[in-house]
Nanobody, 125 residues
Framework: QVQLVESGGGSGQTGGSLTLTCAASAIYSYFCMGWFRQAPGKEREVVATIDTSSEATHYAGSVKGRFTISQDFAGKTVNLQMNSLKLEDTAVYYC???????????????????WGQGTQVTVSS
């Protein structure tokens, strides 16, 4: 089972930036790495995913153009660069790993088998 540890969460201001890092015990080819988030009282939702082989990415509409997911395959890390932060970005952010399906990454939590413990991101004005 892949072990995932998130870091880099904390407090940020609207319009500011934060970078989250996911350190993985292993990153496999033909797999997907994803960042998800869960705000209080809401369901966990996808933020961004990356195909570990093609490096194809997917973003939720709410973060497209503001967030960037990237991977360092050899270093076994996946980053989430978050720019132009908004109040609604406040949530616990989770890193996840799972196999591809039909050559594509799942955008729902059920498609991922390994999860980190989460890191809190709080955005204030």
């Amino acid at each position: 089972q892949v072990q995932l540890v998130e870091s880099g969460g904390g407090s940020g201001q609207t319009g500011g930036s934060l970078t989250l890092t996911c350190a993985a015990s292993a990153i496999y080819s033909y797999f997907c790495m994803g960042w998800f988030r869960q705000a209080p009282g809401k369901e966990r939702e996808v933020v961004a995913t990356i195909d570990t082989s093609s490096e194809a990415t997917h973003y939720a509409g709410s973060v497209k153009g503001r967030f960037t997911i990237s991977q360092d395959f050899a270093g076994k890390t996946v980053n989430l660069q978050m720019n132009s932060l908004k109040l609604e970005d406040t949530a616990v952010y989770y890193c996840a790993s799972g196999p591809r399906s039909g050559g594509m990454c799942y955008t729902t939590p059920s498609g991922y088998s390994a999860w980190g413990q989460g890191t809190q991101v709080t955005v204030s004005s």
